[in-house]
């Protein structure tokens, strides 16, 4: 019996395997120079480069890059996405393998690598991580067009890749279809997809001249989406295959990243915070490129549940987006159903204060629940406190009521701009022991609230904590200015 081998140019003349390389090489020409202008928007500032804790970045990176560790937690978008990604995988090795197999082996060694059972096992992985393919693009397209998912992206990109990507899967089945109508060899039970796509052809019975014209011309339109996804993939939110992981890789990685990032060099920079599209260092740069627009921190983002304009998905997408409309590469103009939402990016925008207005950029809580659900590790949070660091020490820009509060602050340590020495006020009366006198011992620490808020003075205290008779415990006094003694 014949031994099952790849016949990966049956039907196709010498001319058309021509204008398939061609256009390969094409493709990949045209991404390489579209990923070396999306990384020279990155590079635009001098910050230094460090790479510390390797092991533990790589370890992030597989874990939530590879293994998508944060996606999985929501069973249908992560199901969706597991799908389409180890699909996209397999079939890209399997490419690989396939040129192995024809150009080096075949060409140089008169010898087949895909052939036996390692030909039968390549065939029904193939198969069936396409179907796998189809079912999670099927998937994406209920997701985004039936369940009409408010927290997704609905702009040109989105749509464009998932229909490319769907022709493409749909016309390699066509072609492997077609193929073995033809030629019927014994094992195509190991390719089910294929197998059960060339019985339904064979049941309208055309000619073998119909399927072979139908097969090449089906061959060639395959080369040529496969040659538009590898150009235009630079441009799409598909990009994400690269960044994403990137940015995983390089996410901060101390054990308190909840901790806020002090200003470096205060005293000698002319500028504070994040106001202005070149106040963004390349790693920001390449954070608000990673987002793939899951909606994720949008879902979970009490600011923008309440009805604020802080939405912390458009906001990174906003940023994305003024960044690559400066550096004139395509970008999308995002919106979720019936929220009517219109970003102003064009080339000159301010960035906070057009772009982003001062009231999203006030409206955020800080409570980090959209940096603890984003799967690719954005940061929101340190860009939002950049942007108010530039807002009240550069700009000069705060919200209304807020001056206030940031002057009594400053004058007398707390924010009702009390007396400093009322702090102890609300112990008066009371048996509470001081440390400073009876020495030692725990310490309940008494913030400005307890200290300083009138509805906690003697007159109207509701309840004070104070240590047990004879316990070691007891409180600090407050100084002239309301601070703790020591
Ligand atoms: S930190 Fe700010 S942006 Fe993020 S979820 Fe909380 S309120 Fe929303
Ligand atoms: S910032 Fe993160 S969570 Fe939010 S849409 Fe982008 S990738 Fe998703």
């Not at 597991?82 to 890209?92: E, G, H, P, Y």
């Not at 080369?223 to 235009?232: D, K, N, S, T």
């Not at 603890?372 to 860009?383: G, K, M, S, T």
């Given at each position: 019996m014949l031994e099952p081998f790849r016949d990966s140019l049956w039907n196709i003349p010498a001319w058309a395997v021509v204008v398939m390389y061609v256009s390969q090489g094409v493709g990949v020409l045209a991404m390489i120079y579209g990923f070396a202008r999306r990384a020279s928007l990155y590079f635009q500032d001098a910050q230094e480069w460090k790479l510390d804790n390797v092991g533990t970045r790589l370890r992030h990176t597989l874990v939530y890059a590879v293994g998508q560790a944060k996606l999985a937690t929501q069973k249908f978008p992560g199901l969706m996405h597991?799908?389409?990604?180890?699909?996209?995988?397999?079939?890209?090795m399997g490419t690989v393998l396939a040129t192995v197999d024809q150009d080096i082996m075949e060409l140089f060694?008169?010898?087949?690598?895909?052939?036996?059972?390692?030909?039968r096992v390549y065939e029904i992985t193939l198969d069936l991580f396409g179907l796998f393919f189809l079912v999670g693009l099927g998937m994406a397209v209920k997701r985004r067009y039936v369940d009409r998912s408010t927290r997704l992206s609905y702009d040109w990109g989105w749509r464009m890749m998932l229909g490319l990507l769907f022709a493409i899967n749909l016309t390699g089945f066509l072609v492997e279809a077609l193929r073995l109508a033809v030629v019927e060899p014994p094992w195509q039970g190991w390719s089910p997809v294929g197998y059960a796509m060339a019985l339904a052809i064979d049941l309208f019975s055309p000619g073998e001249a119909v399927l072979r014209g139908t097969h090449l011309a089906l061959w060639l339109f395959h080369?040529?989406?496969?040659?538009?996804?590898?150009?235009?993939l630079p441009y799409t939110p598909l990009v994400h295959?690269?960044?994403?992981?990137?940015?995983?890789?390089?996410?901060?990685?101390?054990?308190?990243?909840?901790?806020?990032?002090?200003?470096s060099d205060i005293e000698e920079a002319e500028s504070w915070g994040l106001g202005r599209l070149e106040d963004l260092s390349w790693r920001q740069r390449l954070m608000v490129d990673a987002c793939t627009e899951c909606g994720r921190c949008q879902a979970v983002c009490p600011a923008w549940a309440a009805g604020t304009p802080l939405n912390p998905k458009y906001l990174i997408v906003d940023l994305r987006n003024q960044m690559l409309a400066e550096g004139g590469l395509p970008h999308s103009a995002i919106g979720g159903f019936g929220e009517g939402y219109r970003p102003d990016i064009r080339r000159g925008a301010q960035l906070v204060g057009e772009v982003i207005s001062d009231d999203t950029v006030w409206a955020c809580t800080t409570c980090r629940a959209c940096?603890?659900?984003?799967?690719?590790?954005?940061?929101?949070?340190?860009?939002?406190v950049d942007m108010r660091r530039y807002l009240v020490m550069d700009a000069g820009r705060t919200p209304e009521g807020i001056n206030l509060t940031l002057r009594n602050l400053e004058r007398t340590g707390n924010p009702w701009g009390h007396p400093p020495g009322d702090r102890m006020k609300w112990a008066e009366g009371l048996d509470v022991p001081i440390m400073k006198e009876k020495g030692g011992g725990g310490l309940p620490l008494l913030g400005g609230m307890c200290g300083q808020l009138r509805r906690a003075q003697p007159e109207d205290r509701p309840c004070v904590c104070a240590p047990a008779p004879g316990g070691r415990g007891g409180l600090r006094r407050a100084g002239p200015r309301g601070e703790l003694q020591r």
């Open positions: 597991a799908m389409m990604f180890w699909a996209f995988v397999v079939l890209f060694f008169d010898s087949k690598l895909l052939r036996g059972n390692l030909y080369a040529l989406l496969v040659m538009v996804f590898w150009g235009v295959l690269v960044t994403s992981p990137l940015n995983v890789f390089l996410a901060r990685v101390e054990p308190h990243p909840q901790a806020l990032r002090p200003i940096v603890y659900e984003c799967p690719v590790f954005i940061e929101h949070v340190d860009l939002i």
